[in-house]
């Protein structure tokens, strides 16, 4: 038997079983999974258990279909705080604690890692690793939604809908939303030294920009939710995000949320915060899943996740 499978808070933990072991392990993640179903990922955390060398706890988190925000982040920071009050349980090591997800369970750790840079009491985050990680809500139009709007497995319309449904917002909104006329133009000025297109290298920008359209304040008035940083994990200030330690980051090329990863990659280099970027130019959202899907299995998915494993093993 290759692993030892426990349930912690509704969550797993991996434990790779070896022949010496002194007691501790050397390496403990975190792991939020995106918009697939929990058991999508096993075949994933398991490698990521085997080949870093490390205990996985993957976060079982409410659904996003069925439950609304912001119980993915409240479920995550619960299972995490609990996991590193824990520690000694597992023979954990306090130094070498990381938060790891993709898709939407990317954006949670960095939210996770983001919300306990201040806590005292608590062991510090030595790293994030983030792929193809939602971290903003406020934009449907950058650069790459616009060239990847209907690119399988993460289309544009699809994204949009889970965020109406997590987010409680009406789908009648879509046309003012991808219009930008759902905030105010003060808002889109002060988050555009973060998200502005012009923070994105003009290798990734192959196609124009639709301009923002005047505002309708009805639309401002029910999604404004966005605006709070549980949402948006690109957008806290500098004093939050250069506390931050260090960053995996793996984008992919066929992706709505490449320039999420980019405009994040800039922040925390800007910051000082030191990043190792993937970029994978035949990678598409999701892909992971695939790992555990036999003949569907896409080669792409096994090299990012050696990329995550190098990344943890070689801090």
């Known amino acids: 038997m290759d692993f030892l499978l426990a349930l912690v808070l509704g969550s797993s933990l991996y434990l790779r079983v070896a022949a010496e072991f002194d ?3 050397p390496r403990q993640i975190v792991s939020s999974i995106g918009l697939c179903r929990y058991e999508t990922h096993h075949g994933l955390r398991c490698h990521l258990c085997k080949e870093s060398e490390s205990v996985v706890l993957a976060v079982g988190y409410h659904g996003m279909l069925k439950h609304r925000f912001p119980v993915i982040v409240r479920d995550s920071m619960v299972a995490t705080i609990h996991f590193l009050k824990s520690l000694n349980t ?3 090591d306090p130094a070498w604690v990381m938060v790891c997800g993709d898709s939407v369970g990317g954006g949670v750790a960095t939210i996770v890692g983001q919300n306990l840079v201040d806590s005292s009491d608590l062991p510090k985050i030595r790293a994030q690793v983030l792929i193809y990680a939602v971290l903003q809500a406020l934009d449907f139009q950058p650069p790459s939604y616009q060239q990847n709007k209907d690119i399988p497995l993460l289309r544009q319309n699809l994204a949009f809908c889970r965020w109406c449904g997590y987010l409680d917002i009406s789908p009648s909104w879509k046309s003012t939303v991808l219009k930008r006329a759902h905030l105010p133009a003060k ?3 002060k988050y555009r030294k973060w998200l502005g297109s012009e923070n ?3 290798k990734f920008k192959k196609r124009g920009y639709m301009p923002h359209e005047p505002l309708n304040e ?4 029910e999604t404004s939710v966005i605006l709070d940083l549980t949402n948006s994990p690109l957008l806290p200030d500098d004093e939050v995000v250069s506390q931050l330690r260090k960053a995996g980051i793996v984008s992919c090329e066929y992706d709505v949320l490449q320039d999420h990863l980019l405009l994040y990659k800039k922040r925390l280099e800007d910051l000082g915060v030191p990043v190792n970027w993937h970029h994978m130019e035949d990678g ?5 899943v ?3 899907l036999g003949c ?3 080669p792409c998915s096994m090299r990012i996740l050696n990329a995550a494993v190098h990344f943890i093993k070689e801090l």
């Open 187 to 189: 808002v889109w000025e």
């Open 218 to 221: 009805s639309a401002y008035l």
């Open 23 to 25: 007691g501790r392990w």
């Open 290 to 292: 695939t790992l555990d």
């Open 90 to 92: 597992y023979g954990a």
């Open 200 to 202: 994105i290298p003009e």
């Open 284 to 288: 598409v959202h999701g892909m992971l």
């Open 296 to 298: 569907l299995y896409l």
